[in-house]
């Protein structure tokens, strides 16, 4: 069974400073690895996803997010933090044939003037 | 507009009494899913279904049921409501018969008394 650990329930930055959001995963196949966003009062929106090939890839609103299988990870980053960031965020593993869906318990970004 | 829309936003029942969360997509997706929130939990998928009836247990299918007898409509079924399943659900739909990329319907918050 796959399973995911992100650490640090909040993660507080300045507007402009890097954003590093942590995910490390458990899988016993090759992992499908995700990045969701959830605004306040909204339902999740898909910022990223790694399923195979190349290690980073790239998402919308600037993120990214690097596979290393060495490291079990998958940290989300951001160069530049916008307050329009301010937002939790779920990185999410799932099984090779993309029936189950395991959600870490999140990481609310807090982004400050 | 292409959504997922789940009904109703709000709902406070009182424990034992049936109740349905209804889920609807129209992107024309083979695969939904619901899922739960909790504080401190992230998300806890409770039942999946790829297709029209086809429908599978999630982590959590306990005291919940589901049917998908048109491609659309995803309904969440609670039998005999009880407090522990006061909680955050949303509904989910995706492209294919995979969970590559969520759609997220805007949550439907159930207080069970």
């Known amino acids: 069974a796959q399973s995911v650990t992100q650490l640090g329930s909040h993660v507080s930055v300045s507007e402009g400073a890097l954003v590093l959001l942590r995910c490390n995963y458990s899988s016993s196949v090759p992992p499908y690895l995700f990045w969701y966003v959830q605004y306040p009062n909204q339902g999740l929106q898909l910022l990223l996803k790694?399923?195979?090939?190349?290690?980073l890839v790239k998402g919308i609103n600037g993120f990214e997010a690097e596979f290393k299988k060495s490291e079990t990870s998958f940290h989300l980053t951001k160069p530049s933090a916008h307050m329009s960031d301010a937002a939790e965020y779920f990185c999410a593993v799932t099984n090779s044939g993309y029936s189950t869906l395991t959600f870490g318990k999140g990481t609310m970004l807090l982004v400050s003037p | 507009e292409a959504q997922v829309t789940q009904n109703p936003r709000y709902l406070i029942t009182v424990t034992g009494k049936k109740l349905t969360v209804t889920c609807s997509q129209n992107?024309?997706?083979?695969?939904m899913s619901w899922y739960r929130q909790d504080p401190g939990l992230g998300l806890r998928q409770i039942y999946y279904s790829m297709n029209v009836e086809v429908t599978d247990k999630g982590d959590v299918p306990e005291g919940y049921k589901v049917s998908r007898k048109e491609k659309r409509n995803f309904p969440l079924i609670l039998e005999s409501p009880s407090p522990n399943q006061t909680s955050l659900y949303f509904c989910?739909?995706?492209?294919?018969?995979?969970?590559?990329?969520?759609?997220f319907g805007s949550g439907t918050q159930l207080s069970v008394l």
């Open positions: 989910a739909s995706s492209f294919g018969t995979t969970n590559e990329k969520l759609f």
């Open positions: 992107m024309n997706h083979e695969y």
């Open positions: 790694y399923t195979t090939g190349a290690t």
